[in-house]
């Protein structure tokens, strides 16, 4: 860590730098090809808020991105070990989490976040914390937890209500999925947009106007307050449109405890999340999402590994005529490659006792059957190429089959 008599401040993931007319740049750049929240982030987060608070000649703080994104979530490298500690442990982890963000919501000066491409997780948790946010045009922003079996854990459920309102809330946690930079700035979670190359000159001017009218103060006002609109049948709508069925319990989760919480102020409605958050971390949904999360990515990588400088098979094997095994036979054959595509004799009868009984049950054009197919009316289409096949002594091949295997 560097720090001097100009508030500069360097640590591992972001440097603080300071500009004309007092106003100061939080640049974050965390090791990596993209910006995730770590503990490193967390703790220069706190150093650089600090040096802010110590200098009085700052009189803005503009917190943006190095890279293309501005932050796309927690780092998932470190849920494993969240994950495994115990309830009571996870919601004070939590709660000393959320007092780094509130450290900035409560920052002396007015605060501009800056956001370049996707602000996904705990990245829009973060921009939600400044008094006033730029989206790129091109950006997203959005609420994953749920895909992992969770919900959001550092304010999420908390600011995104009383911004945007319960609905646009519940369905942007409950769905995970992100919206575009027209939808974020018309449900108020971005003040406005601009065009990626203009996004700087456009956090400046709008930190300017916070500066000279001092209406960020009301913007505080609102994240502190309960929820202003809390009509419970937004709340029954959207247990209604919740399909995550009995054994992914983080919608529902979510839902009971924005319902819960949004009768409160910030401080009770934080710590009903963190409480609510070491709960839902702790389920087995959680747990099967998160492992289920790693090997997909070890298996994308090693697979990634295997490929890299492989040349393309001419001929492959694949043990099964029925419709999966007829299927990567047909892929793999458009694909140029030569075919031999295996089946066992148990295999083949089995399918052909089952077509056989399937066809005596229900005979074309029979009463209480489904009447044979028109013929098409137009042109026949061309039939799609087969793949090759080869012979193997021993086994039946053939390019298709209509049963399974």
């Known amino acids: 860590m560097r720090q001097d008599a100009m508030t500069g401040f360097e640590g591992a993931t972001m440097r603080l730098t300071r500009g004309a007319e007092g106003v100061a740049r939080l640049i974050i750049e965390t090791p990596g090809p993209m910006n995730t929240l770590s503990a ?6 706190a150093r650089a808020l600090a040096a802010v608070e110590a200098d009085a000649s700052v009189t803005g703080l503009i917190l943006t991105s190095a890279r293309e994104d501005f932050v796309v979530g927690a780092d998932i490298g470190e849920f494993a070990g969240l994950f495994a500690l115990e309830e009571a442990e996870i919601a004070a982890r939590c709660r000393a989490l959320n007092e780094g963000f509130r450290a900035l919501e409560d920052l ?11 602000a996904l997780g705990g990245g829009l948790e973060l921009a ?4 006033a946010r730029v989206l790129s045009e091109s950006g997203r922003v959005g609420l994953p937890e749920v895909s992992l ?8 459920t908390v600011r995104v209500p009383r911004l945007a309102g319960v609905a646009r809330a519940l369905e942007m946690i409950v769905s995970g999925r992100p ?3 027209a939808q974020a700035c018309a449900a108020g979670l971005v003040t406005v947009t601009a065009p990626p190359d203009a996004l700087e000159t456009a956090a400046e001017r709008l930190l300017a106007g916070l500066i000279a009218f001092g209406d960020w103060r009301q913007a505080r006002a609102v994240k502190r307050a309960p929820v202003a609109d809390r009509d419970p049948a937004l709340f029954a709508a959207a247990r209604n449109a919740d399909r995550s069925g009995p054994h992914q319990p983080a919608a529902r989760m979510a839902i009971d405890l924005v319902e819960r919480s949004a009768a409160m102020d910030r401080a009770g409605a934080q710590e009903a999340e963190c409480l609510g958050f070491a709960q839902v971390a702790t389920t087995r949904a959680a747990a099967s999402l998160t492992q289920m999360f790693f090997a997909q990515r070890a298996v994308a990588k090693a697979a990634k590994a295997a490929a890299a400088g492989a040349a393309a098979p001419a001929r492959a094997g694949v043990l099964g005529a029925g419709i999966m095994g007829g299927g ?12 031999r595509l295996g089946d066992m004799p148990a295999a083949r009868s089995t399918r052909r006792e089952r077509r056989s009984k399937g066809s005596s049950r229900a005979k074309p054009g029979a ?8 013929p098409p009316s137009g042109p026949a289409s061309p039939a799609p190429p087969r793949p090759r096949a080869s012979r193997r002594p021993g086994w039946s091949s053939r390019p298709w089959s209509s049963g399974s295997g």
């Open 367 to 374: 009463a209480g059957s489904m009447p044979p197919p028109a």
């Open 128 to 131: 939600l914390c400044c008094d």
């Open 179 to 181: 919206v575009d930079a």
């Open 328 to 339: 990567i036979a047909y892929t793999l054959a458009l694909s140029g490659i030569e075919v």
């Open 40 to 45: 490193a982030v967390h703790a220069d987060l």
């Open 149 to 156: 079996g969770v919900f959001p854990g550092l304010g999420g």
């Open 108 to 118: 002396r000066v007015p605060t501009v976040a800056a956001m370049p491409g996707m």
